[in-house]
């Protein structure tokens, strides 16, 4: 069983940047992909980035390539987000989710966190 607690998110203005974290536990996170994703209003759910916690790269939605980047602390099994020149477009819910090795779906979820971007 794998736990995720996310923090961070919040009101910024446009330009501004914000850091999403998402604590793993559970199990060994090397065995993990950890993906962030996001639901604004009235829209699906996408997959913004994502990174495997055994090695690799990672990937980027294309709106977000260049702003946003997903990184690790493998010694608190802790993955970020960093958001840099929001966008009012960016204003949505944001999960981290977990999948583990092996698997074809992220099947663990954290509660999701706000991000809005409004001056």
């Known amino acids: 069983q794998v736990q995720l607690v996310e923090s961070g998110g919040g009101l910024v203005q446009p330009g501004g940047s914000l850091r999403l974290s998402c604590a793993a536990s559970?199990?060994?996170?090397?065995?993990?992909?950890i993906g962030w994703f996001r639901q604004a209003p009235g829209k699906e759910r996408e997959l913004v980035a994502a990174?495997?916690?055994?090695?690799?790269?990672?990937y980027y939605e294309d709106s977000v390539k260049g702003r946003f980047t997903i990184s690790r602390d493998k010694y608190r099994s802790t993955v970020y987000l960093q958001m840099n020149s929001l966008k009012p477009e960016d204003t949505a819910v944001y999960y981290c989710?977990?999948?583990?090795?092996?698997?074809?779906?992220?099947?663990?979820w954290g509660q999701g966190t706000q991000v809005a971007v409004s001056s």
């Open positions: 559970g199990v060994p996170s090397s065995l993990l992909t």
């Open positions: 989710a977990a999948k583990p090795r092996g698997e074809a779906n992220y099947s663990y």
């Open positions: 990174l495997y916690l055994g090695g690799g790269s990672a």
